[in-house]
């Protein structure tokens, strides 16, 4: 599936894809429904309308192929993204970076009057979420967000965050309905603008730290993360890290935490975590049979992991899901 499209604003990036429900629903007035082109795959993707200029996105989709989306922007567009599984790329037109959507990692983004390619895994199910900003209708002064406007694209990524996850969490576990949970979401939305904001300081703030990883102790820290992604069930020793990426353990240590924002074996928790989380909302295995499945076999182990990183214990999945999908149906 290939999309090309040309946005002036925030409504601009809909225009391919089929609308489900009205806006004028009398029970979610500020929602819309979309679905993806039926040839291409299934799910959805939830628009969530919280003020002029604001709005958050959850799209929950299977891809039958990959799915590519050219898309010029421009308009100042400033968007925190957070992908809770799948796996895809974007990349501007200009920077020779490109940055990668896998799971536990949030994006700070923003970008104007420049062109965006990204791509979506088919391999997969794709959980993941938006928050949008028109930053014409964001009044806001902050000193922190003029630093992110002085160039066309600037992007800041974090992997492993528990604090950004417990927000995601709370966003889409939202108690309330109606007008409350516009104010509800509204304000974990800035809140998490205020956490990367601030992030955004701190990492001037570390510059002389970063500067002493070369370029090349980069690229090794990247195949750090890759390793552990694609082995995270039996992840290698630190040891056995810093030998599969030609660093000492003692750099691999600091080096991961200061470019990732987590410890190696945050990262691998947090992956745990994620998939523990898949396969219970899906229904594949009960509390005990995810655990070893995660590679946790004590179960009660297990379950506090989950409590800290979600903020509810693994066995009210069910009744969570079985909630929101009934909000969704009405």
């Known amino acids: 599936m290939k999309l090309q499209l040309e946005t002036w604003d925030l409504e601009g990036v809909y225009s391919e894809f089929n609308e489900l429900k009205p806006s004028t629903s009398p029970q979610n007035p500020y929602h819309q429904f979309y679905s993806f082109p039926a040839q291409s795959g299934t799910g959805h993707l939830q628009r969530i309308h919280l003020r002029r200029g604001l709005e958050i996105n959850w799209i929950d989709t299977q891809m039958y192929e990959p799915m590519t989306m050219d898309v010029g922007i421009h308009y100042p567009h400033l968007e925190i993204s957070y992908t809770i599984s799948g796996k895809g790329c974007w990349e501007t037109s200009g920077e020779a970076q490109d940055f990668e959507l896998c799971t536990g990692v949030s994006t700070l983004l923003y970008i104007k009057d420049t062109k965006m390619h990204a791509e979506m895994s088919h391999n997969e199910r794709m959980l993941h979420m938006e928050l949008r900003f028109d930053m014409r209708q964001f009044n806001t002064i902050l000193p922190e967000l003029d630093r992110l406007t002085t160039n066309p694209v600037f992007c800041r990524q974090i992997a492993g965050s528990p604090h950004i996850l417990q927000l995601v969490e709370q966003m889409k576990n939202c108690p309330y309905n109606g007008s409350l949970q516009r104010l509800y979401l509204e304000g974990k939305a800035l809140e998490l603008l205020a956490f990367h904001l601030d992030g955004t300081g701190k990492e001037e703030m570390k510059k002389e730290v970063t500067s002493k990883l070369t370029s090349y102790d980069i ?20 040891l056995g890290l810093a030998r599969l990426t030609g660093l000492n353990d003692y750099k691999l ?12 074996f945050g990262y691998v928790r947090g992956l745990r975590m994620n998939e523990a989380r898949n396969l219970l909302e899906q229904g594949k295995a009960n509390v005990s049979e995810t655990s070893i499945q995660v590679g946790y076999h004590n179960v009660s182990h297990f379950a506090s992991l989950f409590r800290k990183t979600f903020g509810y214990n693994p066995s009210e999945i069910g009744k969570l899901a079985s909630s929101k999908n009934q909000e969704q149906r009405r």
């Open 219 to 238: 690229q090794c820290l990247f195949e750090a993360k890759n390793i552990l992604s694609r082995n995270w069930k039996q992840p290698p020793s630190l």
């Open 253 to 264: 240590k600091l080096g991961f935490k200061e470019l990732f924002g987590t410890t190696v």
